[in-house]
């Protein structure tokens, strides 16, 4: 079983829709978690950290952890075309190493 | 900009030539995080450093790769040797200084090509 794990995709979903990316990860002392977006032939780009159970919105952006299910989610509303990407979840156990999921790749049909 | 700095974006070596990939944190951040990515796989840590200081290697190859962050100037992660299975996308991220809850921040990556 992967550290953590990632549908690779591709979802699609139309332009204006609510695209939901999930995770899932193993290590049941996780604490830190994080959504990343990477265009392609680009580099990470961080959108959302989370840290406690719950919600935390940002904009058109939603993170949901549910640390008893051992997973965490990335709602995006009003999906646009920009969006499409790769996205990276990412975990950390209190320390300083991330382990990453090998990415969602998200297409918004325009 | 502060951001994260890499260089070169794309370095091109034959079998046998060696590598050296540069990065500078950002302003005011003390740790470096390299990273490499495969085409179509995840980001695998590869060695955390802080100023003259190599904290974990714990990710790195044990043969041809070595990293260093000198007192002054980038971090820079040298491969020796290189081979075809070394070609892939390398990025540095950078961190503030509590270390364990640090936020990383990426650079725009080296893409490394091995003829």
């Known amino acids: 079983q992967k550290e953590v794990e990632q549908n690779s995709g591709p979802l699609s979903v139309p332009e204006g829709a609510i695209a939901s990316l999930n995770c899932t990860y193993s290590d049941r002392v996780s604490q830190s978690f994080f959504w990343y977006r990477q265009y392609s032939g680009k580099s990470p780009e961080l959108i959302m950290s989370i840290y406690s159970n719950g919600d935390k919105e940002d904009g058109r952006f939603t993170a949901q952890l549910n640390k008893a299910s051992q997973y965490v989610s990335l709602l995006i509303r009003d999906s646009q075309p920009s969006d499409s990407a790769t996205y990276l979840c990412?975990?950390?156990?209190?320390?300083?190493?991330?382990?990453f999921g090998t990415g969602t790749r998200l297409k918004v049909l325009a | 900009n502060a951001g994260v700095m890499q260089n070169p974006r794309h370095l091109v070596r034959r079998r046998g030539q060696e590598a050296r990939l540069r990065c500078s944190p950002m302003k005011g951040h003390s740790h470096v995080y390299w990273y490499r990515q495969l085409p179509e796989e995840g980001l695998k840590f590869m060695v955390y450093?802080?100023?003259?200081?190599?904290?974990?290697e714990s990710g790195m190859p044990k043969e041809r790769f070595s990293a260093e962050f000198p007192k002054e100037g980038p971090s820079i992660l040298r491969i020796q040797q290189v081979v075809r299975g070394d070609s892939a996308a390398y990025f540095c991220a950078s961190g503030g200084t509590s270390g364990s809850t640090d936020t990383q921040y990426f650079g725009p990556g080296t893409r490394l090509t091995v003829l």
């Open positions: 450093l802080q100023k003259e200081n190599i904290i974990d």
């Open positions: 990412a975990v950390n156990r209190g320390t300083y190493k991330y382990i």
